[in-house]
C-alpha cells in the first residue's frame, strides 16, 4: 500500500506539474504576472520569491495551480476596508509591501487601517495611521509592491498592465492551451520512453519472434522466423488475427499454414487450454517478433500515443451516442485504483499509466466546459467572433457556474468510485 501511495502521489504530481507549467511558460512569455505557482493544495509548508512568481509546495500533495494577475479576486478579500494591515515605504515613500498578515511583523512598518486602495489601475493605498481616524494618509503604491496574505504567503499585486486580460487575444489563447498541450507531449514522451526500455518493440506481424520450449508449437515443429499465414481456413496477416484465431480454438485440433524458407508447409496442432480470468484460451507457446531498431521504438511510442487518443475519444463520443454514466468517468479514487494496478505491473505499468492518464487529461481539459481550458478557448473564440472582450463580469459568472457544477460533479464521480472500488 505505502509503494501505491507513493507511485499516486508521483503519478498525480507530475501530471499537475506538467501541465500547469504549460500554463505557467506562455503567460510568462505573453507578458502576464503569475502571481503563484503552487505543488499541492492546502496550507503552504515552503515558499520562495523570484521573478514576481510565488512558488508554494502546499501539505496536500494532489493538484496544484497557477495564479495569473486578474484571474483572481483574492486581494479583495484581503484588504476590505477596516481591515488592519501594516505597511512598508521605500525611499520614494511608495508602499512596497502591505501586511494583510498577523503572522509576522515588518521591519519599520506602518499600522494602517485601511479604508480604500486601488492597487489595479492608480496604485494607491488610504487609511488611517495609528488608529487616528482625524487624518485620512493616502499612500502611493509601487508597481512591484507585494501583499503578505493572512495565511503568509507573499505575493505580487497585480496592476493591469500585467493582468490576463491585457494580453493579446493570441497570447491568451497559447496560455489557456498550453496546459493540455503539455499533457499530450508528456504522454507521447513517455510513450517513447517505454519503448525503449522494453526488450523490443512488438511488431504486430505473423512471424514468429520465440517459440516456448515443451509448448505445442515446439512439438510441432515450428521455429522463429515462421510465418503463419493461416490458422485452419481463416487467413491471418497480423499477430492480433494470428492470436485470436488461435486462442478461439482451445482444446481443437486445427491445421497451420505457415511460409518457411519462402516454402508453404502445414501442420496440426491442438492449442493449449489456458484460464485468463473467467475465459479459456488457446494458446500454442508461441510469442511476437519483435523490433529493436530506434525508429521501431520511436515508432511504437506514436502509435500508443495515436492509439491513447483514439480510445479516449471513442469513450467520450460512446458516452452523448449510448447515454451518460457515472461509470464512465473516473476520479482520484480511480486513479489510485488504477495506480495501484499499475504499480503491480512494475515500472512499465506505471509508465504506461502515467501516459494514458496525460492524454486523458490534456483532452478532458480541452473539452468546452466552463472553468476548463477548453471552456476558455471557447470563450477567446467567441471574443475573435464578435471582435471584441467579452464582459468581465459575464465572463466570471459563467466560469463560476462551470466551477460549481465541475465540483458537484467531481463529488458525485468520487462517491461513485468508492462504492464500485471499495463498498461493492
Partial sequence: MIVTIITFILVFGILVLVHEYGHYFFAKRAGILVREFS?????????RRKNGTTYTVRILPIGGYVRLAGNDDEDQDELRPGTPVTIQLNEQNQVVTINASSKGSLFQGIPLQLVDCDLTDELWIKGYVNGDETELKNYPVNH???????????????????????????ARMMTNFAGPMNNFI??????????????????????????????????????AGDRITKVGTTKVSNWSELATSISNKSGKTVQL??????HQH???????????????????????????????????GWQRFVQAGTLIFSVLGSMF?????????????????????ATALGFNGVLNFLALLSINLGIVNLLPIPALDGGKLLLNIIEAIIRRPIPEK???????????????????????????????
Avoid at 39 to 47: A, F, L
Avoid at 257 to 262: A, F, G, M, Q, S
Wanted: hydrophobic fraction near 45%.
Fill in 186 to 223: 508528456l504522454s507521447l514522451v513517455v510513450f517513447i520512453i517505454l519503448g525503449f526500455t522494453l526488450g523490443g518493440v512488438p511488431t504486430n506481424s505473423n512471424k514468429i519472434g520465440q517459440v516456448n520450449s515443451h509448448s505445442v508449437a515446439s512439438r510441432a515443429g515450428l521455429v
Fill in 39 to 47: 505543488i499541492g493544495m492546502g496550507p503552504k509548508i515552503w515558499w
Fill in 266 to 300: 502445414t501442420v496440426k496442432v491442438k492449442p493449449k487450454a489456458v484460464h485468463q480470468g473467467k475465459q479459456v484460451v488457446g494458446q500454442i507457446g508461441i510469442l511476437e517478433e519483435e523490433n529493436t531498431s530506434v525508429k521501431a521504438r520511436l515508432s511504437f
Fill in 257 to 262: 499454414t505457415y511460409v518457411r524458407d519462402h
Fill in 394 to 424: 459575464a465572463e466570471g459568472i459563467v466560469t463560476m457556474i462551470g466551477f460549481m457544477l465541475l465540483m458537484l460533479l467531481m463529488i458525485l464521480v468520487t462517491w461513485n468510485d468508492i462504492q464500485r472500488y471499495f463498498i461493492r
Fill in 321 to 341: 451516442t449510448h447515454g451518460f454514466s457515472l461509470n464512465d468517468l473516473g476520479g482520484p479514487v480511480a486513479i489510485y485504483a488504477g495506480t495501484s494496478q
Fill in 144 to 170: 512591484d509592491a507585494v501583499i503578505i496574505e493572512r495565511d503568509g504567503t507573499h505575493v505580487q499585486i497585480a496592476p493591469k498592465d500585467v493582468q490576463f486580460r491585457s494580453a493579446s487575444l493570441p
